[in-house]
């Protein structure tokens, strides 16, 4: 049987990765490599700001056309997107636009959520709120253990899309119309999954999407980008918040608190400019190979990690179900950084977490590329370095 093939020119998009020369990335789950056109991006803006001196006004249009790009990943608008420097931000600040001071103080969160997230609804127990937990079955989240959690008292259901450490999808769709059955919002941390897989809000219904850039779409460290609900938007009235929240941040009014139109009143203050030239192109790449396509190639090479995993004896974390995973597959291991360390001096970089070593290819990796890492990791955890 011949070979299969992504459904794109995988080796024109290789040449735009030179760090392929030397390596082969599988930490996409964790910081994705610098491409040819995220480079130049970061060298237009150094450009302008060399050239110019300032350039707010192209400083900012880049910052809109980032939204921009974000906006087609998850099937919104443009002026649905707020941006940030960071997801726990992000979450700050629709966790700052809730009251828990009434009847509905409940915040459901799944047990699979970045601590980041449980942080940020632990800290709004200071105002009123109960966070409740979803319990994880071996790596996984059975959709109707949601079902019993959410009740009357249920104000804010958090979900992530994807499990940050195997992988795991969750059906949002299906946590939307029960939280919203219960009048109960829906925050999901979409991090792990834009890149890797079709997202679309409009599909899911979900009222609140954040996710950065580092991962698989291909940016870098401090920009995160939040989704807001049209539909609400303009009822919340985010504490977090600065001038670029307000109606007209150029009024320079002090002691005038508005809060815009639109979800750019989450917005806070001065956006990461440089970080949304690198985003933006890392996106518009993404976009330009297809999500659907990546997310074909993803499942092939996933596939050849489980069966390839199982093969060598290795123990995987979570689903082995290619159809309900992105591609990032974890093994548990007994020192994770030390295999960590181990496989970066043999030339492959996968992500330490915790209890599991995670290979987390994306659209440039082959089939040989899978072969090598699960061959290395066979052979360090047989020397007893696991
Ligand atoms: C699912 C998920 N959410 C959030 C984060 C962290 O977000 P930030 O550092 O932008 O707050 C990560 C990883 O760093 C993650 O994997």
């Given at each position: 049987m011949p070979m299969p093939e992504p459904g794109y020119d995988i080796d024109a998009w290789r040449r735009r990765i030179p760090l392929l020369a030397s390596c082969?990335?599988?930490?996409?789950?964790?910081?994705?490599?610098?491409?040819?056109?995220?480079?130049?991006?970061?060298?237009?803006?150094?450009?302008?700001?060399?050239?110019?001196?300032?350039?707010?006004?192209?400083?900012?249009?880049?910052?809109?056309?980032?939204?921009?790009?974000?906006?087609?990943?998850?099937?919104?608008?443009?002026?649905?997107?707020?941006?940030?420097?960071?997801?726990?931000?992000?979450?700050s600040a629709v966790a700052s636009a809730l009251d828990f001071t009434g009847r509905k103080r409940g915040v459901v969160a799944s047990e699979m959520e970045f601590p980041t997230s449980g942080h940020v609804w632990l800290a709004q127990e200071r105002r009123g709120a109960r966070v409740s937990w979803v319990a994880t079955d071996d790596g996984m989240i059975d959709g109707a253990a949601y079902d019993?959690?959410?009740?009357?008292?249920?104000?804010?259901?958090?979900?992530?899309?994807?499990?940050?450490?195997?992988?795991?999808?969750?059906?949002?769709?299906?946590?939307?119309?029960?939280?919203?059955?219960?009048?109960?919002?829906?925050?999901?941390?979409?991090?792990?999954a834009l890149g890797a897989i079709p997202v679309n809000v409009r599909e899911s219904g979900v009222d609140f999407l954040a996710s950065g850039n580092l991962k698989y779409l291909m940016g870098v460290p401090g920009i995160a980008f939040l989704y807001v609900r049209p539909e609400i938007t303009n009822t919340l009235h985010p504490t977090v918040t600065g001038w670029f929240g307000r109606a007209n941040p150029f009024a320079f009014d002090a002691k005038r608190l508005?809060?815009?139109?639109?979800?750019?009143?989450?917005?806070?203050?001065?956006?990461?400019?440089?970080?949304?030239?690198?985003?933006?192109?890392?996106?518009?790449?993404?976009?330009?190979?297809?999500?659907?396509?990546?997310?074909?190639?993803?499942?092939?090479?996933?596939?050849?990690?489980c069966e390839g995993g199982r093969e060598r004896g290795l123990t995987q974390h979570g689903t082995s179900d290619p159809a309900r995973k992105t591609a990032n597959t974890a093994f548990v291991v007994t020192d994770s950084?030390?295999?960590?360390?181990?496989?970066?001096?043999?030339?492959?970089?996968?992500?330490?977490?915790?209890?599991?070593i995670r290979l987390a290819p994306h659209f440039y990796n082959t089939i040989a590329d899978v072969d090598t890492a699960l061959d290395v990791l066979a052979e360090l955890t047989r020397d007893g370095r696991a």
């Open positions: 082969i990335p599988f930490n996409n789950c964790s910081q994705s490599p610098q491409t040819d056109l995220t480079r130049a991006a970061a060298d237009r803006y150094l450009e302008s700001w060399n050239r110019t001196g300032m350039d707010w006004d192209a400083w900012m249009e880049e910052v809109r056309l980032a939204k921009v790009a974000f906006a087609r990943l998850i099937g919104a608008a443009p002026d649905e997107v707020a941006v940030f420097s960071s997801v726990s931000e992000a979450t019993a959690a959410i009740g009357d008292d249920t104000a804010l259901v958090a979900a992530c899309s994807a499990h940050y450490l195997n992988g795991f999808i969750q059906d949002i769709g299906r946590i939307v119309a029960r939280a919203h059955d219960a009048d109960a919002l829906v925050f999901t941390d979409a991090y792990q508005d809060w815009s139109t639109g979800a750019s009143r989450f917005d806070c203050g001065t956006p990461p400019v440089m970080n949304a030239y690198i985003a933006r192109a890392g996106m518009e790449m993404l976009l330009a190979i297809g999500i659907e396509k990546i997310r074909e190639w993803h499942q092939v090479l996933s596939r050849r990690l950084h030390a295999i960590e360390h181990a496989m970066r001096a043999r030339g492959i970089l996968p992500s330490a977490r915790g209890p599991v």
